[in-house]
């Protein structure tokens, strides 16, 4: 089994989670949460495989990953767990940050480990470009299907922990070794999307 498998699959389940728990806010019926769970979860990979030019996408002819994401959408939409997010607002947002911190960090350092072993020579700006599409790319389209303004553009600073852990996935990759270097990046991420939350860091906004 490819080493780099669990990263994939723990992001797909954990965007998978976090779209599914859009869905259930904005009261989507059992398709919709589906369909917003599948979008968040295989939507960055495909567009950073556009960009690199692997076609058709992985998404496409590995549908373990799709496949994956719609039953674990489908669970979340079991009535527990819409219960929790129509009684317990507090609950259902921690939860859905951590699932979504979880699927940025992850997603953004494969797609790093995807953009380097596809073509040799790729420049750093490039490969950091590629993650942090791989990473936030889900969600984007995920709040634009469910009609919300994308994190990306107004919470916290949603993209800007995606970067930083990019940048520390490529900075240590020719010192440690791809694994080490992803499991760094993808912690960098999550940490600081944490914290951004928490303490409620954000980039100055227009007025």
Not at 176 to 195: D, H, K, N, Q, S
């Amino acid at each position: 089994m490819d080493v780099f498998f669990p990263f994939e699959m723990i992001g797909t389940v954990a965007f998978a989670i976090s779209g599914a728990m859009v869905g259930i806010e904005k009261k989507m019926d059992i398709f919709g949460v589906a369909i917003l769970g599948l979008t968040t979860a295989v939507g960055g990979g495909i567009l950073r495989d556009l960009i690199l030019g692997i076609t058709p996408p992985a998404a496409f002819r590995q549908p373990m990953f799709a496949l994956t994401a719609i039953v674990v959408s489908i669970l979340v939409f079991l009535p527990y767990l819409r219960k929790v997010a129509e009684h317990n607002q507090r609950k259902y947002d921690l939860m859905l940050l951590i699932m979504d911190s979880i699927g940025l960090g992850l997603f953004t350092v494969t797609g790093i480990q995807i953009a380097k072993t596809q073509s040799i020579g790729m420049n750093d700006f490039l490969i950091t470009f590629v993650g942090v599409l791989t990473g936030v790319g889900g969600g984007i389209l995920r709040d634009v299907f469910a009609g919300n303004m994308p994190h990306v553009f107004v919470k916290h600073f949603y993209a800007c922990a995606s970067i930083l852990g990019a940048w520390t996935c490529v900075l240590l990759w020719r010192f440690t070794g791809e694994f080490l270097a992803m499991l760094a990046g993808a912690a960098v991420t999550f940490v600081l999307r944490i914290l951004a939350a928490h303490y409620r860091w954000s980039l100055p906004r227009a007025r």
